[in-house]
């Protein structure tokens, strides 16, 4: 009640200008499995029914291209404890902000990992080694990530392979990958392709689910998630413009054990 209250008063704070921002002691690093709560808003906050993600303890976000500058440290000391950044795409394409926002986001003590957004006119073997020629076996690292999404905006591709296809070949990067990395990538996925692939078949991963109006449990029914994006219009402070929300699904010792079990050795 206590969390739930903290992150409602942020969110009042924001619509009034913004919440006052937590500055980091720069000679300090904050451990990754330390929680350090959310002290962030959202420019256009959902009225939720049901289990808010103020309910949950554990709060990070996710970071391409798109924000080129993020000051790593300020944002963790206000409630980013965990990023997934985006390290390629297809079977040739690299984020150019990659290791910058790799490198800053780890030396900040945030819990970092790295994903691939997929790319629905190739294989899924040429996609898995694109991602493993850019992005390290790095102690510590939270398991890749393979993102899953239509994409009808796309210059290249706009297919939508069918069920069979696209399982078989999502399965051979996830595979391809885990064989790599020592461990199952997690995927990340929006609501209109889990169901229309029924990609709850995928083997040995963990979700990644995206739902901006309602709780996953209404969404993914009876689908064990690990991370919830909930909004994309936050307000975080070190980082300008919207950026993505995600909470972790535990509490802050299922965070520490979940790490200690899934982050690279």
């Given amino acids: 009640m206590k969390f739930a209250l903290l992150l ?26 330390t929680v350090t709560s959310p002290n962030f ?41 965990f990023t997934f950044i985006k390290a390629t795409e297809g079977v040739d394409d690299a984020d150019p902000k990659f290791v910058e926002h790799w490198t800053a986001a780890r ?17 899924g073997r040429p996609q898995a080694l694109n991602f493993i020629r850019r ?7 939270l398991p890749p990530v393979l993102d899953l999404e239509w994409t009808p905006f796309s210059p290249t591709c706009t297919r939508r392979p069918p069920q069979a296809e696209l399982l078989a070949e999502a399965q ?8 790599h990395y020592g461990q199952m990538p997690i995927v990340y996925v929006s609501p209109d392709i889990f169901a229309a692939r029924e990609l709850w078949r995928l083997r040995g991963v963990e979700f990644w689910v995206r739902s901006v109006a309602n709780h996953p449990s209404k969404v ?5 998630w690990t991370f919830w994006q909930y909004s994309g219009t936050g307000q975080i402070p070190g980082k300008p413009g919207d950026g993505d929300l995600n909470v972790f699904a ?10 200690a079990r899934r982050a690279h050795p």
């Fill in 8 to 33: 409602a008063a942020a969110l009042a704070l924001t619509a009034c200008g913004g919440p006052r921002v937590v500055t980091p002691d720069r000679s300090v690093t904050v451990a990754p499995g």
């Fill in 41 to 81: 808003g959202d420019r256009k906050p959902h009225p939720w029914d049901g289990r808010a993600p103020s309910a949950y303890a554990v709060h990070g976000t996710d970071t391409s291209r798109y924000q080129e500058r993020v000051d790593w440290r300020t944002a963790r000391a206000n409630g980013i404890n």
């Fill in 107 to 123: 030396d900040a003590g945030v819990a970092t990992g790295a994903y691939h957004f997929w790319y629905h006119c190739a294989p």
């Fill in 135 to 141: 992005v390290p076996k790095t102690r510590g690292a």
């Fill in 172 to 179: 051979v990067f996830i595979d391809t990958v885990a064989r």
């Fill in 220 to 224: 993914y029914p009876g689908t064990r």
């Fill in 250 to 259: 535990g509490s802050p010792a299922d965070w520490q054990a979940w790490l």
